[in-house]
């Protein structure tokens, strides 16, 4: 793979937006280093880096709600990711398909979605993980 104009931070870490391929979808931010960019690319499942568990972190490789990636652009400063994926079920630690699921409206917070299933089932042969940061 040639060498990406990526602008990753101090700490070798680039924010990456996972945005629905079809539906322009905002599903969450995570965070990917060099290793979890090129995994990407290379196998077309996403992998980004949990900054909570120093490690790489497969989408869905503990919940079953995998991305699969479809093109990742980089924005015009190379210093933010956009990743279009096609995601399997929640996107979201909480079981929600977004993480962007609440909105402040008339003062208040509201969530705005319904939640696809319930946490506990997402991870119930393993120990929850960190949310993904």
């Known amino acids: 793979m040639a060498d990406l104009p990526i602008a990753y931070n101090a700490d070798g870490l680039i924010p990456a937006i996972a945005q629905q391929h079809d539906t322009g979808e905002v599903l969450m931010l995570a965070w990917m ?30 919940s079953g709600q995998h991305q699969r990636l479809i093109e990742l652009r ?32 008339d003062g208040a917070v509201v ?11 997402l991870y119930q042969n393993h120990a929850p993980a960190a949310p993904h940061d």
């Not at 980004?48 to 790489?56: D, G, I, N, T």
């Not at 015009?76 to 609440?102: E, I, N």
């Not at 969530?111 to 089932?121: G, K, N």
């Open 33 to 62: 280093n060099a290793q979890s960019v090129a995994e990407s690319l290379a196998t077309g499942r996403v992998c980004y880096w949990s900054r909570s568990r120093h490690a790489l972190w497969r989408k869905g490789e503990t």
């Open 74 to 105: 980089m924005d015009c400063d190379g210093d933010t990711l956009l990743l279009l994926v096609d995601q399997t079920g929640a996107a979201c630690h909480t079981g929600q398909r977004s993480c962007f699921f609440r909105a402040v409206r």
């Open 111 to 121: 969530e705005i979605s319904r939640r696809l299933t319930d946490p506990a089932l």
